[in-house]
């Protein structure tokens, strides 16, 4: 079996992207930035603009689906069938954040970027890709109602626990990992609680009966 072949634009805006990134945290997300990473890899500085042609944005849109494509790749060659769901999830989000740690003055100034009214959409696209992507790593292949609960679920805790990543000073990050396993623990206490319900609901006087609807 061999390897699937490279396409060779993508990694060039690869490569691309990973220069910039290294600028970003010190030049913003700006003309400046692109045209310093071109130079590191011995490229006009136009190159940048023509691989991104839409800018900072495009740029900071492509960086994100690269680094869950990575984290993909990654969760692909661990073995998780020993590992319970919550267990899975956590590796799921440190395998994605952990290795754009020496980034985070860069990211911080992308979400500001990211946050403004004009690209919240690309922002949420960017956050249901990363999510769907974890679900898919670990091996979820649900298809009905739950497929959507789950990624709204896992959004609101990746989502916070990226903004407390980006200013965590702590020690390997300990205080941002600290937080994910408090945030997954909320979840599972509440879907815990919520199948309680259901099965009190199911056992007690009500159990078989139609809801009324009013006419």
């Known amino acids: 079996m061999t390897d699937a072949p490279v396409d060779p634009l993508q990694a060039e805006k690869d490569a ?3 220069a910039i990134l290294s600028h970003a945290a010190f030049d913003g997300w700006t003309g400046t930035a692109m045209a310093a ?3 590191d890899l011995g490229k006009p500085a136009e190159e940048a603009q023509r691989l991104f042609p839409g800018g900072a944005v495009e740029l900071i849109d492509w960086i994100d689906a690269q680094a869950t494509a990575r984290m993909q790749a990654a969760l692909a060659a661990r073995d998780l069938s020993g590992l319970k769901i ?12 952990e290795p754009l740690t020496a980034y985070r003055e860069a990211l911080r100034r992308a979400a500001s970027l990211m946050a403004l009214p004009l690209n919240a959409g690309r922002a949420a696209s960017a956050l249901y890709r990363t999510v769907d992507a974890m679900w898919y790593g ?3 292949r649900s298809t009905d109602f739950n497929f959507y609960s789950k990624r709204a679920i896992l959004a609101g805790v990746y989502g916070s626990t990226v903004l407390v ?9 300990e205080r941002t990992w600290e937080f994910l396993a408090r945030r997954i623990e909320d979840v599972m206490r ?3 609680a919520k199948a309680s319900f259901r099965d009190l609901f199911a056992r007690g006087p009500f159990a078989g009966k ?5 006419r």
Do not use: N
């Open 16 to 18: 691309m992207a990973d």
């Open 37 to 39: 990473g071109a130079r």
């Open 86 to 97: 919550r267990e899975k999830i956590a590796l799921a989000v440190r395998l994605r954040l």
């Open 138 to 140: 670990i091996g979820d």
């Open 165 to 173: 990543w980006l200013y965590d000073r702590s020690e390997g990050q």
């Open 190 to 192: 509440f879907e815990r």
């Open 210 to 214: 139609r809801s009324y609807t009013p």
